[in-house]
């Protein structure tokens, strides 16, 4: 008796619609202290390097016309941030004003969030402190995650470039 197995293979992407990663993430080499500065809406240079890697090394979960997110494991004032926002342009390049978008998704609602982030820094990021003229974020705005009401983003953003 001769027996024939046939196996397909479905990429997992193909099922769910979202990218899937194959490799280890480079995200697992950031740390909470290369997040430092960003409650002033500061890139450290170790930060800057590693969004780079992520842009052009690894594949976002998620891709839309201006951000992707990428699965990240660090923390940052005692709350854990589990993805990455990065803005890019239209055409999925990152030089342009959108480009300079940064956004972190923390696994708490905005309000056990905020609490945290008042605890540790003293600062309420659910206030906006923007550039009067060009309106950029001054430090981080913390809002609801629009996707998930248990999550919320800290984000800086360019303004009205």
């Known amino acids: 008796m001769l027996t024939i197995i046939i196996i397909v293979i479905i990429p997992a992407a193909s099922l769910a619609g979202q990218v899937v990663q194959e490799k280890p993430l480079v995200a697992n080499n950031i740390s909470s202290k290369d997040l430092m500065g960003f409650e ?27 951000y992707f997110i990428y699965k990240v494991n660090t923390e940052l004032y005692g709350l854990t941030v589990k993805e990455i926002i990065i803005g890019v342009c239209g055409d999925g390049s990152r030089n342009c004003g959108w480009g300079q978008f940064l956004g972190l998704i923390i696994s708490v609602p905005v309000k056990d969030a905020n609490i945290l982030l008042l605890k540790n820094t003293g600062i309420d990021f659910t206030k906006e402190n923007r550039d009067e003229e060009a309106g950029i974020t001054l430090r981080p705005i913390l809002k609801r995650n629009i996707t998930n009401d248990n999550e919320s983003i800290l984000y800086c953003d360019p303004g009205i470039l």
């Open 40 to 66: 002033k809406c500061k890139i450290s240079k170790n930060l800057s390097v590693f969004i780079e890697k992520l842009y052009s090394e690894e594949m976002p979960i998620k891709k839309e016309n201006e």
